[in-house]
């Protein structure tokens, strides 16, 4: 069993090698996705605050829909003031499906980039390459192939992880040892046992939390558009013109007693509600800023509905989880610093596996012959 198991992860490492290895280093740099735009597109992505108090939401709005006529808001992630990042406004161009990002000044209501798609940028692009491998909206192919290939790969990671650990079961007594003055074979195994072993418990979580997302989405998707129902073509502002977006969010507040909204979500499709994302309290570090919403009525803005995750289950908090878990944002440089890490690590993986695969199918030509 553990020498067909050895066999099957070492085939299994030499297919997936190199998608595998396109997502696991994008996914290093994306960790530090928010300090590389800081540091490449300034101008854009960031914004002096000077002491100053943001507009108000009716007003940036107003100001948002005045230089983009030919758009519609549909959602926007919000920060408190003295913030140093630009909000983030993503907009459907009218006619169309097709979403676009653009920069706000919080401060000033004036637009710091024209609404780009989603690999304009550096960082963005790499996003688009991590989870799809560029792979998606490919005519004559599934138009979500590249999400069902990066599931494929969570799957992988899960598998290696587990495998490895139950080949090496007893990685525990030698989990630090590396024969510097072996030959090479030696020293590469040592190597891929000690850098694999330190790693998995990084990695399982990267598979399982990557894999969960990749999955969520397809299935949205599926379930949406099962029927054959096209995306909606926004032709229309599908809120109320007058709609009091500062009194929504202030009664989300009211709602969930210390709540810090994050993120509006304006009615991309009919039927749909005003909602207000945000973060209950709590002292629990893995919750995301995402977890708690409140719904509204775009057209009247009469009060529908709360879901508190502070009031929810194990499951749900679990779930919620997985996004900081996955970006490794949980505890600030420290936890970034070494999801960082770990995410280069299949590269040594990669090097060290690949030549004990083919040393040991050497050994077993010379053997045949």
Known sequence: MKKQLH???????????????????TGSILVFKTEIDSWLIPDVAL???????????NELTARVNQQLPDYEIGSWEIFPAGHPEADRVFVIQKGTDEWRKAHLNPYTGELQSEPTSSGHYLTDWLV??????????????????????SF??????????????????????RVFTLR?????????????????TLASPVLLVLGITGGY???????????????????????ERLYADDLNID?????????????????????YEPELPFTVFGRAPTNNPLLSNYGSVVNFDPHSGAYQSTYNLNEQGALPKVLDSFRRLHFGTFGGWVSKVIWSLVGLIPLLLAITGTYLWWQRRAKRARKRR
């Open 47 to 57: 914004v002096e605050a000077d002491g100053r108090e943001r507009l108000s939401l």
């Open 7 to 25: 066999k099957i992860h070492g085939w299994a490492g030499i297919i997936f090698m190199i998608p595998f290895l396109v997502v696991s280093l």
């Open 128 to 149: 688009e390459l991590h989870y799809t491998l560029l792979l998606n909206d490919i005519d004559g192919l599934d138009e979500h192939l590249g999400l069902i290939i």
């Open 213 to 235: 997302y990749s999955a969520i989405i397809y299935y949205e998707e599926f379930i949406e558009h099962s029927t054959g129902q096209e995306h909606h073509i926004m032709q």
């Open 180 to 196: 510097w003055n072996q030959r090479l074979l030696v020293v590469f195994s040592d190597l891929h046992k000690m850098a694999g």
């Open 247 to 267: 009194q929504l969010v202030a009664q989300s507040r009211e709602k969930i007693d210390a709540f810090k909204p994050t993120y509006l979500l304006f009615p």
């Open 152 to 173: 494929v790969l969570a799957l992988f990671l899960v598998f290696m992880g587990t495998s490895g650990l139950i080949i090496y079961r007893r990685f525990w007594a």
